[in-house]
């Protein structure tokens, strides 16, 4: 999918652009300087002065004439307090006012129906979990993969695989560590395949970077769950590794999983979970499912359902099934009706809500280490845990704890468990 995105006014409407440019990104849609050939149009409105108001109607209603096609997403002050624009603009799809800006990519694919696939498959959620900003930094070990799934382009996109050495890469991470980043995110388009082409491997590796560089907090990227080598869990004894991982299913139902050429099972994936959870203290899971691949019938789509309740996620991934040409899944029989692609759909986003609820509430009362990333004007400082989860300070704070890490007590959930409430200890 091409999304357009325009803003004017303040420059926190330019960073809040920027942010929703990334998210769109992270989920494999395409970024496109003009809304001519976009499928997504997003306006973020000001309000600051009537001529910014008459600048902003003017925007949407531009960008609506020359691609009546697209959807159109408004978001911003003057959409957050003129709450007639959609009567007024009758091309306007969805409205996310100021309060929940910060999820617009998230909403705008859940409400419009177009969390379609990501075009690198292989690694779908390691852009959309991890955001790269001033307090964490992404870190490109290989590119390329050497398998097959039947959904994904990326052998195609991206060739064979090619690691990074050691060295070059401990050099990046001891370089922006310098600059003040806290955190490093290690990422690939197949992750697991790090040094195969250098006689290396990505155990190996990590070990090294534990070794040579001091930076706090080291996170992986989305790994395949085939990957991983016997004793790979004990690399989070060292509490520099970040307790989190997420493991792309993509199915709950095997004979669905053999259609899509992947190399692990469900009870594989069990096991493999069981003793994640026993190994590495507050560990915190994290998947990707794709609704309606094809052939995909009602008794697989409840197999599915199931074993993902079963296995119980913090938070799944979910990918509309699309024809992609140039993939072994776009030649295959009985294709799903959209109709039936948007039920399941609906049926995962309230199962995927239900289970992240059910994570958190089992955390309250726990212990963890945050990394601070923001301080709104009234004190109230958000951050993520080791395990990945977003708190802000029940209460705010005159110290801006931006850029630090400190230990908090998370004591409870926001009622759409978007985040949790936590306080410094005494």
């Known amino acids: 999918m091409q999304v357009h995105l325009k803003t004017l006014g303040c420059r926190l409407n330019e960073a809040e652009l920027e942010s929703w440019a990334e998210g769109f990104e992270a989920h494999g849609h395409d970024i496109v300087d003009t809304p001519d050939n976009a499928d997504l149009l997003i306006v973020n409105t000001c309000a600051v002065t009537q001529e910014a108001v008459k600048k902003s109607r003017q925007i949407i209603r531009r960008a609506h004439r020359r691609n009546p096609a697209a959807k159109l997403v408004i978001s911003g002050c003057y959409a957050s307090l003129d709450k007639t624009i959609r009567q007024d603009i009758n091309s306007i799809d969805l409205v996310v006012d100021n309060q929940h800006k910060d999820r617009l990519v998230d909403i705008a694919l859940r409400e419009l129906d177009i969390d379609t696939m990501p075009a690198i498959s292989t690694e779908p959620g390691a852009a959309a979990i991890?955001?790269?900003g001033r307090h964490r930094a992404f870190i490109k070990i290989q590119d390329g993969c050497r398998y097959r799934c039947t959904f994904c382009i990326v052998t195609v996109a991206r060739g064979a695989e090619r690691s990074r050495t050691p060295a070059a890469i401990i050099d990046d991470i001891n370089r922006i560590h310098a600059e003040g980043i806290q955190e490093v995110v290690l990422t690939g388009v197949h992750l697991g395949g790090y040094g195969s082409d250098?006689?290396?491997?990505?155990?190996?590796?990590?070990?090294?970077i534990l070794a040579e560089t001091d930076v706090p907090r080291i996170?992986?990227?989305?790994?395949?769950?085939w990957d991983l080598p016997e004793g790979f869990f004990r690399l989070f004894e060292n509490p520099r590794l970040m307790p989190h991982m997420h493991l792309p299913l993509q199915s709950g139902s095997n004979s669905v999983l053999r259609r899509m050429a992947r190399r692990c099972?469900?009870?594989?994936?069990?096991?493999?979970?069981?003793?994640?959870?026993?190994?590495?203290?507050?560990?915190?899971l994290t998947t990707d499912i794709i609704v309606g691949f094809p052939g995909e019938t009602d008794s697989e789509w409840r197999e599915s359902i199931d074993f993902i309740e079963r296995i119980g996620f913090s938070h799944v991934h979910i990918f509309t099934y699309s024809r992609r040409d140039g993939t072994r899944a776009a030649t295959?029989?009985?294709a799903v009706a959209s109709e039936v692609k948007r039920s399941r759909s609906r049926e995962l986003h309230r199962l995927t809500r239900r289970m992240r609820q059910d994570y958190l509430v089992d955390r309250i009362n726990e212990t963890h280490q945050v990394l601070w990333e923001s301080r709104n004007e009234n004190g109230y400082q958000t951050g993520y845990t080791d395990n990945y989860i977003r708190v802000q300070l029940a209460d705010s704070h005159d110290v801006n704890l931006e850029h630090r890490i400190s230990a908090v007590k998370l004591e409870g959930v926001a009622e759409d468990a978007s985040l949790m409430y936590a306080s410094l200890p005494d």
Do not use: Y
């Not at 250098?198 to 090294?208: P, T």
């Not at 996170?219 to 769950?225: D, F, G, I, M, T």
């Open 130 to 132: 991890f955001k790269r």
């Open 219 to 225: 996170r992986l990227a989305s790994l395949e769950p």
């Open 198 to 208: 250098i006689d290396n491997s990505l155990m190996q590796v990590i070990e090294q």
């Open 265 to 284: 099972k469900t009870d594989d994936f069990e096991q493999l979970v069981t003793q994640a959870r026993r190994e590495i203290n507050g560990f915190n």
């Open 332 to 334: 295959l029989p009985e």
